[in-house]
Every structure is written in C-alpha cells, then in structure tokens.
C-alpha cells in the first residue's frame, strides 16, 4: 500500500499514472492467478479424497464413543473395543453464511470505490466505507475461526498412543477453511490501509487506482469463498 503511484524513470521525471496503475494491475491479476491454481489444487485434492475414500476414512474411522470425553478414555482401566465412527458433514448454513458475509464486505467495497470514482463521495467518508468492509471481513475471519475449533474428530488409537483424529474430510475442510481465514485476515489488513490512506487524502476522486487493485482481489476472494461453499457443501457425503 506504500508504493508511489506516480512512479519515477531513471531521469527522474513521473511515469504517466495509467502506465503505472497497468503494470500493478498486471501484478494484481498475476497474483489473482496463481491463488487461482492453488485452489484449484486443493479443490482437486478435496474431490479426489472423497472419490478414493481410501480405507474408508473420507467421513469414518475406527475409534471411540464421542459421548465421552478423552479423559475418560485416558483414565479408564480398560478400554471398550474400538469401532467404527461415523461423522457427519459441517453445517451448510453455516457455510454459507460465512460466504455471504464475505460477499458482504466486496459488495461495501465496490460500491464505496464507485461513487469515490464518480466524485459523489469524499475521501472521509471513503474511509468509514473502507473500515466498515475491514471490519466485515474481520467478521469472518472469526466466524471461519469457530468453523475450524468444530471440525469433527475421533478419538483413536494410534501408535499406542490416544489422540483426536481426522477423517479425510476434516483434513480437507481444515485446509480449506483455514486458508480462506488467511485471505480474510489479508482483506482486512488491505481495507485498513485503504482506510488510513483515504483519511490522510492519499485516496480520493482523483487518485483511486489502489482502492481498485484491491477490489480486484477482494471480489476474488468473495468468488473462491462462494464456489468452495459450494462444492463443499454439495459434493462430501459417500453415497
């Protein structure tokens, strides 16, 4: 957020702005698709785990009753006979509730950035604008974080040792949700720059370039979270 956007040759004279506000959305873009390949990867690692359910551990693994807690299993003089374990997939409300307010937060975003364009906003009141967008993605920064505290476990035996394991499924949504938490946190970081550089007049009706670079990659952000949720939510179970 701290570079100049006016640039300089190395004759010292100011690069156009349009020349400099096409090699970062260049950069922006370029970024945006090599985040694009990386979900893509995990997405495919998510549907090739679930289509192999290999030794059945997509959504069951061998363990303990989870009525009880690992202490009592820890503590007890003799252990039941393990058995199969069966979960069930993470709330899709939920899921989808996290999406919506991350869509939220790039629909504050890009309506702030075009009337800032238009002139029928000021700078200050760009910045409230900004904040507010932060403050939703922080919004769902937390509500991902309780997502990962209720991923489903299993207490299991392995090695002779008693720990809390994952099923494919968890592993994966732990993957995926946990990466969405880091571009969350991401945006937020970026709407509070955007936020201090419009109340200082840095950003404003005439120069804001940087309010769309990040928008390009917040309204990205909003995408990936909208099609994971739905692959996730529809695609999990084994039939």
Do not use: C
Request: no cysteine.
């Amino acid at each position: 957020m701290s570079v100049d956007t006016h640039g300089h040759t190395e004759h010292g004279h100011h690069e156009p702005v349009e020349v400099v506000d096409r090699r970062q959305r260049m950069a922006v873009w370029l970024f945006i698709g090599g985040d694009i390949v990386t979900l893509s990867a995990m997405l495919f690692t998510y549907l090739y785990l679930r289509g192999t359910n290999t030794g059945g551990h997509w959504m069951s693994m061998v363990g303990y009753d989870q009525s009880h807690s690992a202490d009592y299993y820890m503590n007890a003089a003799s252990l039941p006979d393990p058995k199969l374990i069966h979960i069930h997939p993470m709330s899709a409300s939920y899921s989808w509730l996290v999406a919506a307010v991350v869509v939220v937060s790039a629909l504050i975003l890009w309506g702030g950035e075009k009337t800032l364009r238009a002139g029928s906003q000021r700078a200050s009141q760009f910045s409230a604008t900004a904040a507010l967008a932060s403050i939703v993605a922080v919004a769902a920064s937390a509500m991902s974080i309780i997502q990962l505290r209720h991923l489903p476990q299993i207490f299991a035996m392995h090695n002779d040792s008693m720990v809390w394991a994952y099923t494919s499924y968890s592993s994966a949504m732990m993957l995926l949700i946990g990466t969405a938490v880091v571009h969350f946190i991401l945006l937020a970081f970026l709407g509070l720059g955007l936020t201090i550089r419009s109340a200082r007049g840095v950003v404003s009706a005439e120069k804001w370039h940087q309010v769309r670079l990040v928008r390009l990659f917040w309204v990205w952000t909003a995408v990936s979270v909208v099609v994971t949720t739905a692959l996730t939510t529809t695609v999990n179970t084994i039939h």
